[in-house]
C-alpha cells in the first residue's frame, strides 16, 4: 500500500485571506512536521477564469510569499507551481476521458463560478476538478489538508481513483485520497453575511480580513463585522440560527487554538464590543506579523523564483516516474 502523502493546492487569486488561512494554510503547517507534503500554487486553475497575466505572475511569487511567511519550510515541504510540472495537464488530459459528464455537471463550485450565463463559461471551469485531481494523483497524494468547499471536488477525486483502477485492473493504484478538513472551522464566513464564505470575490473588502491588511483596517473591518443584538452566548445551543455570531466566535476559537465551548465560557453573557475588541487582539497577534513578512517577502524575487525552481525539480522527479507508469497501464507508447 502507498506510504501516507499529503498534497495541497492554492490558487494564485492575490491577497490571500483568512479563510485561506484557517481553512487551509494554518493545516498545512501543521502537517509539514508528521508527513511528507507538497504544497502547490495551482496557476493552471487561476486561468479558468479571464485574468490579466502581469497580475498572474506577481500572484503566483504572492503566494509562495503567504506560504513561507505563514511557517512552512521550502526544505521540509515540496513547494512549486502546477504549471511547471506538465504531468499535471497530461493526467488532467486522461482524466478528461475517465470522469463523466454527469459528475462534472453535480459540481456545485461550477454552478456558483459560472453564474447564470453557463453557457459562456471557459470548459476549462468545467473539467477544472480534474485537473484538481490529477495535481493530487499524480503524486499518489493519500490525504488532502483543504476548506469544506474542496469536499465534493475530493468526493469526485475518490471517484476518478476507483474508476481508473477498477477500468484498466490496477487495483490500488490510485490511492483514495482522505481530505483533512478542520473540525470546528472548516467554512469562514464573510464578516457582512454570516451564510456566504469568505472569499476573493465578495465586493465588499469588509467581508474579509486579508492576510496582509494592518493592524488599524483589522479592528475597523472586526468592529463593523455584523452580529445581532443578543448578547455573546453561553450555550452552544444559542448558537443555532446566529451564523454571524457563530462564524465570529469560531474564527476566535481557531485563530487561538482553542474549542468553541471555552469561548462561551469565557464571553458568554458579555455584549459583542467586549468580545470583538479581544478577537481583534487576537487577530493582530497572529495574522500581522504573517502580513509584514509577505511584504518584506515580495522585496525578494530571486529567493521566491529559487523556491519555485528547487520544488519544481523535486515535484517533478515524483510526478514523472508516476506519468511513466500511467501510461503504460493505458498503452500509450511514449515512454516504452
Ligand atoms: P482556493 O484557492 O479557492 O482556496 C485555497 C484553500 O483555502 C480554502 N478556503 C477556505 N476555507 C475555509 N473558509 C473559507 N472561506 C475558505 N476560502 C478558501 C479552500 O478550501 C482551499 O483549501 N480548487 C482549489 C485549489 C486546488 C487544490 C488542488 C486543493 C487545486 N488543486 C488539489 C487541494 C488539492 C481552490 O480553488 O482553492
Same mark, same amino acid.
Given at each position: ?24 494554510i ?6 509539514? #512536521? ?33 506560504f ?10 515540496i513547494?512549486?507551481n ?34 447564470v450565463n ?30 469544506e468547499?474542496?469536499?465534493?471536488h ?20 490510485f ?15 464573510s ?8 472569499s ?9 480580513? #486579508?492576510?496582509?491588511?494592518d ?27 446566529r451564523?454571524?455570531?457563530? #462564524? ?5 476559537? #481557531? ?41 518584506k ?38 515512454y516504452?
Amino acid at each position: 500500500m502507498n506510504k501516507k502523502r499529503v498534497f495541497s493546492g492554492v490558487q494564485p487569486t492575490g491577497n490571500l485571506h483568512l479563510g485561506n488561512y484557517l481553512g487551509a494554510i494554518k493545516n498545512f503547517v501543521d502537517l509539514q #512536521n508528521k508527513f511528507e507534503c507538497i504544497y502547490c500554487v495551482v496557476d493552471l486553475h487561476a486561468i479558468t477564469n479571464h485574468h490579466n497575466p502581469k497580475e498572474l505572475k506577481s500572484n503566483i511569487l504572492e503566494t509562495i510569499a503567504t506560504f513561507i511567511a505563514s511557517g512552512l519550510s521550502e526544505e521540509k515541504n515540496i513547494i512549486f507551481n502546477q504549471a511547471s510540472v506538465s504531468a499535471h495537464s497530461e493526467l488532467a488530459w486522461i482524466f478528461n476521458c475517465v470522469a463523466r459528464i454527469g459528475w462534472m455537471n453535480r459540481m456545485t463550485q461550477f454552478k456558483e463560478k459560472a453564474g447564470v450565463n453557463k453557457e459562456n463559461a471557459s470548459v476549462g471551469l468545467l473539467v477544472y476538478p480534474n485537473l484538481m485531481a490529477a495535481d493530487i494523483l499524480i503524486y499518489k497524494a493519500t490525504h488532502v489538508p483543504v476548506g469544506e468547499d474542496q469536499k465534493q471536488h475530493l468526493e469526485l477525486t475518490r471517484d476518478i481513483a476507483k474508476k481508473f483502477n477498477n477500468d484498466f485492473k490496477c487495483e490500488d493504484f490510485f490511492p483514495i485520497v482522505e481530505p483533512v478538513i478542520p473540525k470546528e472551522i472548516s467554512r469562514i464566513m464573510s464578516l457582512r453575511d454570516g451564510k456566504k464564505k469568505m472569499s476573493k470575490s465578495e465586493e465588499s473588502d469588509y467581508s474579509r480580513i #486579508n492576510l496582509k491588511d494592518d493592524k488599524d483596517l483589522i479592528n475597523q473591518k472586526i468592529q463593523k463585522a455584523k452580529t445581532d443584538n443578543g448578547p455573546v452566548p453561553s450555550d452552544l445551543n444559542e448558537l443555532k440560527n446566529r451564523p454571524e455570531v457563530s #462564524n465570529i466566535i469560531s474564527i476566535y476559537a #481557531n485563530i487561538n487554538n482553542i474549542k468553541v465551548s471555552q469561548v462561551l465560557s469565557e464571553f458568554g453573557g458579555k455584549n459583542f464590543s467586549t468580545f470583538k475588541s479581544k478577537l481583534s487582539e487576537s487577530l493582530i497577534e497572529k495574522i500581522c506579523p504573517i502580513g509584514q513578512e509577505i511584504k518584506k517577502l515580495l522585496k525578494d524575487e530571486v529567493y521566491l523564483n529559487g523556491i519555485l525552481e528547487k520544488g519544481a525539480k523535486r515535484a517533478d522527479l515524483i510526478a514523472k516516474t508516476n506519468i511513466k507508469e500511467i501510461y503504460k497501464i493505458l498503452g500509450l507508447t511514449k515512454y516504452s
